[in-house]
């Protein structure tokens, strides 16, 4: 197998730059008019025939030979046979990894609050887990351990009585790690389903697929296409596009780090996007020949390759503090600082989903084992989203009370308010209330 990268070279001095970078960072992850028919075609067939159309279709669309609904279904002793099927050392490997994202995200935890003001009114939140989530996770050769606790124990964590877990068998190949995973993260049930069909059942509920209140998870663009039908049914976590990594480096980091760490999202897939930012030319200069140097060694070097050279960059800045511009105007979804003094570059740094600071902090550790949530925004949506968290499992209610005094004094202001908007009956509700000069 022959391959070569031929990956892009950036200036931001030269005068197209902004033009250049645009066209690098451009993606349209809306589905094709075929795509999105199917899924709505699906969506409906399970609104309507519930079990049977999820039975039918994963016999159609996985090769599954499913006789009914049950055989569908994993319960609690299978999940704890997969731990037993998998390594010692696998095993110890997710445990610590769960343990670490557990900690991580008690962090997070938001609790409700109440102040009291001179006159006795109340106001404070009252912070509430969700009732059900579900957890959209890949099968088959395309899966992701690490994904089941990224996103199973922030929800559990929050509170969330009951996560729910699809993930498609193809062929009835069952992946152990996969439910090992989904064991030790405390998923409460198992449905081996996939495509849109599953997120269907998450969202509307079937005779034995239970309906959730949010669907989290990464999946192809059958699965983000129905997320985006469902969502206001249910919640969602994001629609997310293609990996990201984008590094910042002053140019005295070893150059083989630097390529193996752009391979390491490469390797994702075809679309995915890895850049480097330097105002060492020569450094670019050397990572490019670390770049031809490594590849030929990867199991994935036909990925790595498309991607590299389809989306892939090295781009030269006048300095460092051009870099970190740069780096906040693409809002990457990882951005690794490999530089001497990370934290005195951290305050500017203004858009990204997770940020790795110093030389020998490798984005893969957080993908796997650091603790943060890998769930992170793509496709410059870090301008204005954050990394799944505990957060996204709670919902908050305000609380309002209001004392005999409070209420007449705050009706004097709605009553005006209301009135300006034309809004009598809101004004008259809140009159009711204030009392007279004689405080009955």
Same mark, same amino acid.
């Given at each position: 197998?022959?391959?070569? *990268? !031929? ?71 299978? +999940? ?9 050392? %696998? ?40 009732? /059900? !989530? ?44 996969? +439910? ?23 969202? $509307?509920? *079937? @005779? ?31 629609? !997310? ?40 030319? @020569? ?15 990867? =199991?994935?070097?036909?990925?790595? @390759? ?9 781009? %030269? ?15 990457? =979804? ?49 301008? $204005?989203?954050?990394? +799944? ?6 919902? /908050?209610?305000?609380?309002? $009370? ?6 007449? =004094? ?10 300006? @908007? ?19």
């Amino acid at each position: 197998m022959t391959v070569s *990268t !031929a990956i892009a070279r950036l200036n931001a001095a030269d005068q197209d730059f902004a033009r250049h970078l645009d066209h690098l960072l451009s993606w349209e992850s809306v589905s094709d008019d075929a795509v999105n028919q199917r899924v709505l075609d699906i969506i409906k067939a399970v609104r309507e025939r519930g079990d049977a159309a999820l039975v039918e279709f994963t016999q159609r669309f996985d090769g599954v030979d499913a006789k009914g609904i049950d055989d569908l279904i994993l319960d609690r002793a299978r +999940l704890e046979l997969a731990l037993t099927r998998i390594t010692p050392v %696998q095993r110890e490997a997710l445990e610590k990894a769960a343990n670490r994202v557990r900690i991580y995200h008690e962090r997070q935890k938001q609790d409700s609050w109440q102040y009291t003001e001179a006159d006795g009114t109340v106001l404070g939140q009252k912070v509430t887990p969700l009732d /059900r !989530a579900g957890l959209y996770v890949p099968g088959g050769k395309a899966s992701y351990p690490s994904s089941v606790l990224m996103n199973a124990i922030p929800a559990k964590v929050a509170g969330v009585a009951e996560v729910v877990m699809v993930v498609p068998t193809p062929r009835g190949e069952v992946n152990e790690l996969v +439910l090992a995973a989904a064991c030790i993260a405390g998923v409460d049930r198992v449905f081996t389903l996939g495509g849109a069909q599953a997120v269907a059942a998450l969202a $509307f509920g *079937t @005779e034995s697929v239970p309906q959730v209140d949010k669907i989290v998870g990464p999946g192809n663009i059958y699965v983000a296409t129905a997320k985006r039908h469902v969502f206001g049914q249910v919640g969602i976590d994001m629609i !997310a596009g293609p990996s990201e990594i984008l590094v910042v480096c002053d140019g005295q980091t070893d150059p083989d780090w630097i390529a193996m760490d752009l391979f390491s999202q490469a390797e994702h897939d075809e679309d995915a996007q890895a850049i480097l930012v330097s105002p060492d030319a @020569e450094f670019l200069d050397r990572v490019a020949a670390s770049i031809d140097k490594l590849l030929p060694t990867m =199991e994935r070097a036909e990925i790595i @390759e498309k991607s590299i050279n389809g989306r892939g960059a090295l781009i %030269q800045v006048r300095d460092m503090q051009q870099a970190i511009e740069v780096a906040n105007r693409i809002a990457p =979804e990882h951005l690794e600082l490999s530089v001497a003094d990370p934290q005195a570059w951290l305050p500017q740094i203004r858009h990204a989903g997770a940020i790795f600071m110093g030389r020998h902090t490798s984005e893969a550790l957080g993908d796997y084992c650091a603790g943060p949530n890998h769930v992170l925004p793509t496709s410059g949506t870090a301008r $204005f989203s954050s990394p +799944l968290g505990v957060y996204d499992f709670q919902k /908050r209610s305000s609380i309002i $009370f209001c004392s005999e005094q409070g209420a007449s =004094e705050l009706g004097h202001t709605a009553s005006v308010l209301a009135r300006g @908007e034309s809004l009598t009956a809101h004004a008259r509700s809140a009159e009711y209330r204030i009392l007279n000069e004689k405080g009955n």
